[in-house]
């Protein structure tokens, strides 16, 4: 990631409503969220909700994808990925354990990255 992309990828968190939204999906995995579910979850209104969401899809965020009537909402992981790389990218300046417990955290968190992995190979082209 140049730093370019991380900054705008940063920008379209630095809101409150925003965060919340992208939040919620990350803990949603890739089944995701529709658009009125996530209204009601972070109650914010439709208008402002709709600029929320293009805001964190313009910044590759976020996905969507229609099913029937709804559009549904995920997580882009590849880009939550590389955003959590590019700040640790040479991290620690040869002191790992400054690091050690975000790595921790980023271990934990494969279980759902394998989970992604599967979903992905499920759907259909």
Avoid: W
């Amino acid at each position: 990631m140049e730093t370019k992309q991380a900054a705008d990828t940063l920008s379209a968190l630095a809101h409150e409503g925003r965060l919340k939204i992208f939040r919620l999906l990350v803990q949603a995995g890739p089944e995701g969220v529709c658009a009125g579910d996530i209204a009601t979850a972070v109650g914010a209104p439709a208008s402002t909700l709709s600029s929320h969401l293009n805001i964190l899809a313009y910044a590759g965020l976020i996905a969507r994808r229609r099913e029937s009537r709804s559009i549904i909402y995920t997580a882009a992981y590849d880009r939550m990925r590389d955003m959590l790389s590019f700040l640790m990218a040479d991290c620690c300046n040869g002191r790992p354990e400054i690091c050690r417990p975000i790595f921790d955290i980023a271990t934990r968190s494969l279980c759902c990255a394998d989970d992604q992995a599967k979903y992905d190979a499920t759907k259909p082209a």
